[in-house]
């Protein structure tokens, strides 16, 4: 309960950032896809308005991470990122449940929230509540795609969040994936990588077309991702069994991690 009182203000963080990120998802898919959009009537390429849309959503990225709440809270906006940060002991486990509930609570009253003020844009075809849906390739290539991306996802955020030189551009290099991914990935999946990303959407279009995968994808994607750093970690490091970081509530003697994210005072 202690941990739950002391915290709060970051689960609500969790919760703002998702809810902002799907917010401004659903506005740049209406305003790049909607068909009385001037944007949709000039732009005739379906790669060039998803790579509209994968700058928009790049950038929203990087004004998240880079942001003094998203600071606070680490800005994991996705359960499959918390999720590998708690197997990284970079997370206690209450609170990794707790960033995980408010990611969907967030996600899931922003996408309510739009269908609520503006239910004929999302509810039009063209943009059905930015749903994530596998592509006409089908369920297994979608999940593929979603476990790759995740995959390749977190390997750069750990691999550029521990170098000294360059963890403080880490933020950048996810926006500009997040943009590469959405122009040329999104056909196949629909380019979620986030189990709450997709709820949230699913809930209020009341479409579950291969949810389980944007699950298993992301989360096992991630885990191994998590799970190859750190072994290569402690070839390199020595046996560090804890790879403290922020909100772990534990102290490993492993001095890459608690050079750029700990520090007495936060113990």
């Excluded at 963080?13 to 000039?42: C, D, H, K, N």
């Excluded at 970079?90 to 503006?118: E, H, K, N, P």
């Excluded at 369920?139 to 996802?153: I, K, P, Y």
Aim: positive net charge.
């Amino acid at each position: 309960m202690k941990t739950l009182q002391k915290n709060w203000p970051l689960y609500l963080i969790e919760a703002w950032a998702l809810g902002t990120f799907m917010v401004s998802a659903s506005l740049v898919v209406i305003a790049v896809e909607y068909p009385a959009s001037p944007i949709r009537q000039v732009i005739d390429s379906s790669i060039v308005r998803r790579a509209l849309i994968g700058v928009a959503m790049g950038l929203t990225a990087i004004g998240l991470i880079y942001s003094g709440w998203g600071k606070q809270s680490g800005a994991h906006l996705n359960p499959a990122v918390t999720i590998a940060q708690w197997r990284l002991n970079r997370i206690s486990t209450i609170d990794a449940l707790a960033y995980i509930v408010a990611q969907f609570v967030g996600g899931s009253l922003a996408i309510a929230l739009l269908a609520w003020l503006m239910p004929s844009y999302m509810a039009h075809p063209a943009v059905n509540f930015i749903t994530t849906q596998p592509g006409p390739t089908g369920v297994w290539v979608a999940l593929a795609c979603e476990f790759l991306l995740a995959f390749g996802m977190l390997t750069l955020v750990l691999i550029l969040s521990n170098s000294v030189r360059l963890a403080p551009y880490t933020g950048y290099f996810v926006g500009l994936v997040v943009a590469l991914y959405i122009t040329f990935e999104a056909p196949f999946s629909g380019m979620s990588i986030n189990p709450a990303r997709t709820v949230s959407s699913a809930l209020s279009a009341q479409v579950w077309a291969g949810w389980w995968l944007y699950f298993i994808g992301p989360i096992t994607g991630m885990w191994l991702a998590g799970w190859l750093y750190r072994r290569r970690y402690r070839r390199r490091q020595g046996e560090c069994r804890t790879m403290a970081m922020h909100l772990s509530g534990q102290k490993s003697g492993c001095q890459t991690y608690e050079v750029l994210w700990w520090s007495e005072d936060e113990s």
